[in-house]
């Protein structure tokens, strides 16, 4: 194992690992609750306003019609209605007085209801809309612990409207969700039992036959291929339990050193890349994230393993680098796998990661599998389901001249 250069530092810790490529984010605009505020503010508003605008209209034609005169400005108290064009002069001006003393208040009281409807209509709004904050609470609770929390309920009171129908059958959701992952708890906890079982009786039973001393050649050799079928059967179901278990979100988390986990991996890996005359490069820099430690060992395990088995034979190399993001890209640790090995097309490097999905073998290789290949096609799915259930993302991309480089982005800390 060959401890990291600046070589290997500056390759895979550019601007190509830089960043997870972000959730699309909400489009820009107001709330459902601003909106209806607007909406009642401005309906107040505009029913004031014609309200206000009729009153005035009906006062000044009140003033224009009026039989008595209830004021006489300045310089009209001794017109007579005899003076015809004097008199309506007088009286225009009269009403334009009485008119200007009245609109500023209206004005103003418009403006004082207006900014009370707005107050109201919040309050009002935030009033209706309290049912559904308690549905989306429910609904962030169970996806961010559906293991754990899909027996909560909404259980909304109150007459059948469309929020309360909308609740209801959001709970009728969950009943059917909470029966299938129940379902699915049973399935794996039946599955441990009954699936390796005749496995471990059909191992232990040609591991007798090959110590016994009369057995044939001929039965010893047939003994060693069931046994390396029946490893190869043992592996597939220990990988398709742990991809059941693996889309939970861990229940237990810890502070975890991405270098330290990394480190151990390679070690274990030491073996099987010395048979495949493989060397194994690093570059590990502390990144404490936070998850299972168990399944962030199984993370880079597997992209190792993946790695030495899908490379070019003697000569090829894995780099395996830690690091620690904090300062790009807050609250990330970024673990980076890359390897040399056969070209992967570009459209075909994100069908890698769906089951049973197997890399393109090196150059020469026969149509049958390399002996050594212990792989069952599992190992990249169980790596994103893992690295989803932490919260955190992985991306792939090929390699120039062949391979593969494969980052992992794992979360510091959970979020609330």
């Excluded at 909560?152 to 129908?165: K, N, S, T």
């Excluded at 893992?386 to 991309?397: I, Q």
């Amino acid at each position: 194992m060959a401890s990291g250069s600046g070589q290997v530092d500056s390759t895979y810790g550019g601007e190509a690992g830089s960043a997870p490529v972000p959730r699309p984010q909400a489009r820009r605009g107001l709330t459902v609750r601003m909106r209806m505020t607007i909406a009642y503010g401005a309906a107040v508003f505009i029913t004031g306003a014609v309200l206000i605008y009729t009153a005035y209209l009906l006062f000044r034609w009140r003033l224009n019609h009026m039989g008595v005169d209830v004021t006489t400005p300045p310089g009209c108290a001794d017109v007579t209605k005899a003076e015809k064009f004097k008199y309506v002069a007088c009286k225009a001006l009269m009403n334009r007085q009485i008119l200007s003393q009245i609109d500023k208040p209206l004005i103003l009281v418009l403006l004082i209801s207006a900014v009370v409807a707005v107050l109201v209509g919040y309050f009002l709004a935030g009033r209706f809309l309290r049912p559904l904050h308690r549905i989306t609470r429910t609904a962030r609770r169970v996806a961010s612990h559906p293991d754990r929390a899909l027996h909560a309920r909404i259980d909304l009171e109150g007459p059948h409207d469309e929020l309360v129908e909308l609740a209801q059958t959001f709970d009728g959701m969950l009943d059917r969700l909470d029966l299938a992952f129940e379902g699915q708890r049973r399935f794996v906890g039946n599955a441990s039992h009954e699936l390796r079982t005749p496995l471990a009786i059909n191992r232990t039973l040609l591991e007798v036959t090959l110590m016994d001393p009369e057995a044939s050649e001929q039965t010893r050799q047939l003994c060693r291929t069931l046994l390396v079928t029946n490893e190869r059967s043992e592996r597939m179901i220990e990988g398709l339990l742990l991809l059941a278990k693996a889309d939970n979100e861990p229940a237990n988390r810890e502070d975890i050193d991405l270098a330290e986990v990394a480190y151990r991996s390679v070690a274990q890996c030491e073996m099987e890349a010395a048979e495949r005359h493989v060397s194994i490069r690093t570059s590990l820099q502390p990144a404490n994230v936070s998850g299972d430690g168990i399944l962030i060992e199984r993370i880079a395990m597997n992209l190792i393993q993946n790695a030495l088995r899908h490379n070019v034979g003697a000569g090829g190399w894995v780099d395996v680098l830690t690091y620690d993001r904090s300062h790009d890209v807050p609250g990330h640790g970024l673990l980076v796998v890359a390897n040399t090995g056969p070209e992967v097309p570009a459209y075909a490097v994100e069908s890698l990661f769906e089951p049973f999905k197997r890399g393109a073998q090196p150059s020469g290789a026969s149509a049958a599998r390399d002996s050594k290949d212990k792989g069952v096609g599992l190992g990249l799915s169980i790596v994103r389901s893992v690295v989803r259930a932490h919260g955190g993302r992985v991306a792939a991309e090929p390699r120039p001249g062949g391979g593969l480089i494969v980052r992992v982005w794992l979360p510091v800390r959970t979020t609330p």
